[in-house]
């Protein structure tokens, strides 16, 4: 798929521009099955795919992130574990879902969208003080799309009241990414910020994530 193309693309730049060394690993989901398979690693990427072959290796993988500390940068189905991760295990819903697995879920958090975003591009705000709109230096950015589920907008209020905090939105004021305050770098975006690669760009959030894991890395 395009975004598993650009992601090592988008990496690759960063790196190259900013002068770090770079290393990168595939990890698939069903490997996860303790957090000990991510140990290690200076930054985690939870990358476009759903539905993951093991959600809850993904979910495992997230929460050691979370937790520990580690860089982390979601996108697409990355956003969307990221969500249920933090419901499940810091806010206490152990109900909380994905209506793509799970559509007869009391509490699907992730919910279809109104609209699909499949191959699909949009404006999105930057909110001020975010490090979304640090990395990009701007208060808008145009971001291309590939899926059909986020997060059900009767559920942001209690979701998102922080640490967890919503960082970017659309035009109707949609949650298009979080952050979670108190943490090196642990952004989830509902866009591919990496499909900027395929066409020469560079990926501000790549380079940002990078730079949060160089800086994990030299305090090893």
Request: proline share 7%; hydrophobic share 45%.
């Amino acid at each position: 798929m395009p975004a598993h193309q650009a992601i090592p693309l988008a990496l690759q730049k960063a790196a190259a521009l900013r002068g770090f060394p770079l290393a990168l690993e595939w990890v698939p989901t069903e490997e996860v099955t303790a957090s000990r398979r991510v140990l290690g690693y200076h930054g985690l990427w939870c990358v476009p795919a759903s539905p993951y072959r093991s959600m809850a290796g993904a979910l495992t993988a997230i929460r050691h992130a979370r937790e520990c500390a580690v860089p982390f940068l979601g996108s697409c189905g990355g956003f969307q574990h990221a969500l249920i991760e933090y419901a499940r295990n810091v806010l206490g819903w152990q109900e909380a879902e994905h209506a793509e697995t799970s559509p007869a879920a009391a509490l699907a958090l992730i919910a279809p969208l109104e609209c699909a975003l499949v191959e699909a591009s949009e404006t999105v705000r930057l909110l001020p003080g975010t490090r979304i709109a640090r990395a990009y230096a701007a208060n808008t950015a145009h971001e291309g799309y590939h899926c059909r589920y986020g997060l059900d907008p009767r559920y942001r209020g209690a979701l998102l009241r922080g640490p967890l905090r919503a960082s970017a939105e659309d035009e109707r004021g949609d949650v298009r990414a979080v952050e979670l305050d108190g943490h090196p770098f642990f952004v989830a975006t509902l866009f591919q910020p990496e499909r900027a690669a395929l066409a020469g760009r560079l990926v501000p959030l790549a380079g940002a994530f990078l730079a949060a894991a160089a800086a994990v890395s030299s305090a090893a």
